[in-house]
């Protein structure tokens, strides 16, 4: 019911599995849960995690925007699904002030529910496409850095809407890739972003059980 009314009054669709979930993670739309979906089950299916999101029963729900999960999370309509939940989104580092201001109050009114925030270290979650990949399906050479907008340049050097570009590429990135390009250092430790997220995600449960 809590998703109906929601669903309706924020133009978005109910996800499916909702029925089966143990948990959710709020994503702006379909391009996040495709992300997150393929991210997990690969990273499982070579043994860099245990389960995939889907095993662990956690969903991610799509709220239509960044602007709406402020609507999920003051309203409380995540907290009246009932369900432990996170949220996560696209950093936009690289962007406007107005971007990176606007993701830092989302940030702060999740934490101010005692929820868990969780954002790309890259601008978006196109940027962790291989560029090798898409010059090998599309014959197209793109070039981008973590902060570059790199939808709008992939979407523009293959001919497609740049909110399509992770539809189309991302089931065909492998485990070995997402590690490469998640691979970062820090205090001369190699880490893997996406192995890191993951795992926190697929947690979601037992922080709730401990909170």
């Given at each position: 019911?809590?998703?109906?009314?929601?669903?309706?009054?924020?133009?978005?669709?109910?996800?499916?599995?909702?029925?089966?979930?143990?948990?959710?993670?709020?994503?702006?739309?379909?391009?996040?849960?495709?992300?997150?979906?393929?991210?997990?089950?690969?990273?499982?299916?070579?043994?860099?995690?245990?389960?995939?999101?889907?095993?662990?029963?956690?969903?991610?729900?799509?709220?239509?925007?960044?602007?709406?999960?402020?609507?999920?999370?003051?309203?409380?309509?995540?907290?009246?699904?009932?369900?432990?939940?996170?949220?996560?989104?696209?950093?936009?580092?690289?962007?406007?002030?107005?971007?990176?201001?606007?993701?830092?109050?989302?940030?702060?009114?999740?934490e101010a529910q005692g929820r868990a925030f969780y954002s790309t270290r890259k601008r978006e979650i196109e940027n962790y496409l291989c560029p090798d990949l898409i010059k090998k399906q599309s014959g197209k050479v793109v070039a981008y850095s973590e902060t570059c907008d790199a939808k709008k340049i992939?979407?523009?050097?293959?001919?497609?809407?740049?909110?399509?570009?992770?539809?189309?590429?991302?089931?065909?990135?492998?485990?070995?890739?997402?590690?490469?390009?998640?691979?970062?250092?820090?205090?001369?430790?190699?880490?893997?972003?996406?192995?890191?997220?993951?795992?926190?995600?697929?947690?979601?449960?037992?922080?709730?059980?401990?909170?």
């Amino acid at each position: 019911d809590v998703l109906k009314e929601a669903s309706e009054s924020l133009g978005v669709l109910p996800e499916t599995g909702m029925e089966r979930a143990k948990g959710v993670v709020l994503v702006e739309g379909k391009s996040d849960v495709i992300f997150l979906r393929h991210v997990t089950s690969s990273l499982k299916e070579v043994g860099y995690i245990n389960e995939s999101l889907e095993e662990a029963g956690i969903v991610p729900l799509q709220t239509g925007g960044s602007g709406n999960v402020k609507h999920w999370v003051t309203q409380n309509l995540a907290d009246d699904l009932g369900l432990p939940w996170c949220v996560f989104l696209d950093s936009d580092i690289g962007g406007s002030p107005e971007q990176i201001k606007s993701i830092q109050k989302r940030k702060a009114e999740v934490e101010a529910q005692g929820r868990a925030f969780y954002s790309t270290r890259k601008r978006e979650i196109e940027n962790y496409l291989c560029p090798d990949l898409i010059k090998k399906q599309s014959g197209k050479v793109v070039a981008y850095s973590e902060t570059c907008d790199a939808k709008k340049i992939i979407g523009k050097a293959v001919g497609m809407k740049p909110d399509d570009v992770i539809e189309r590429f991302w089931s065909l990135m492998t485990a070995e890739k997402m590690m490469e390009q998640s691979k970062y250092n820090d205090a001369g430790e190699e880490k893997y972003e996406l192995v890191e997220l993951s795992k926190q995600l697929i947690s979601l449960l037992g922080q709730e059980n401990l909170a």
